[in-house]
C-alpha cells in the first residue's frame, strides 16, 4: 500500500480495535488494577485536596479512602448520612472529578468531568453524565439535579451500600466489562463509541438522555 493516509487509515482503527479488546479483556479482571497507596497521596495532592476542604466541609464530605486503579490515584469522600461519594481522580497529566449516587446493588448515578462516559455502553439501570472542565462544585450541582430528577421519574432512592466502596467499585466494573462483551463484535463497535459516542455525551444531562 503506497498511500500513507489510506495506510493509517486501514491500520489506525485495527490497532484501535485491537487495544479494546485487550483493555477490555483487562478490566474484567480489575481487582488486578487495584492497589492500595500505602504511603499516602503525596504532598501536591493532598496540597490540591486541601485547597477544596472549604467546600468539602459545606457539603459534609468525608475522608473515606484513597487508592491506584491502573495510573490513576484516586482519593474518595463520602457525604455524612447518604451514600454519595466524590472522588478526586489524579491522571499523570490532569486531575478529575468523579460523583456517585448509590440506588441499589445494580443501579447507580455517576457524573464525571473525564469525557470518557460514552467510551462503554452503560448498563441498564446504570446513569452516567459527563461535564468536562466543570469545578467539583459545578460538577455536584449538575450531578444532585440529575439525581433528583431519576428518583423522580423512576421513583428511585438512595440504599446504603452492602460492602466497602472498593469491593463495589470492582464489582460495577465486572458487571460493566460483562455487559460489553456480551455485546456481538463490541472491539468493532467500540470504535462508534470511541469516535462518536464518547463526544455525544459529554455535556448531556441525564434529563436530556431520558426525557
Not at 191 to 208: C, E, G, H, P
Amino acid at each position: 500500500m503506497d498511500n500513507p493516509i489510506l495506510l493509517f487509515l486501514v491500520v489506525f482503527p485495527l490497532l484501535l480495535v485491537v487495544q479494546i479488546y485487550f483493555l477490555v479483556r483487562k478490566m474484567s479482571e480489575p481487582e488486578k488494577m487495584l492497589k492500595p497507596i500505602e504511603r499516602g497521596l503525596g504532598p501536591s495532592k493532598e496540597q490540591f485536596i486541601g485547597g477544596h476542604k472549604a467546600w468539602l466541609d459545606s457539603q459534609n464530605l468525608d475522608w473515606l479512602t484513597c487508592f491506584q486503579f491502573g495510573i490513576v490515584q484516586t482519593a474518595v469522600f463520602q457525604q455524612r448520612g447518604a451514600t454519595r461519594f466524590f472522588a478526586f481522580h489524579f491522571h499523570q497529566q490532569k486531575i478529575t472529578y468523579e460523583i456517585s449516587s448509590n440506588f441499589r446493588e445494580d443501579s447507580y448515578l455517576e457524573t464525571s468531568t473525564s469525557g470518557n462516559a460514552g467510551m462503554f455502553p452503560a448498563r441498564p439501570n446504570v446513569y452516567k453524565q459527563s461535564f468536562p472542565g466543570l469545578t467539583p462544585e459545578q460538577a455536584w450541582e449538575r450531578h444532585l439535579e440529575g439525581e433528583a430528577y431519576l428518583m423522580q421519574k423512576f421513583g428511585l432512592s438512595l440504599e446504603p451500600l452492602n460492602q466497602p466502596y472498593e469491593q463495589k467499585l470492582l464489582g460495577a466494573l465486572r458487571m460493566t466489562m460483562m455487559y460489553v462483551r456480551s455485546i456481538p463484535f463490541y472491539p468493532f463497535r467500540a470504535l462508534y463509541w470511541f469516535f462518536v459516542t464518547r463526544f455525544a455525551m459529554r455535556n448531556k444531562s441525564i434529563q436530556q438522555q431520558f426525557p
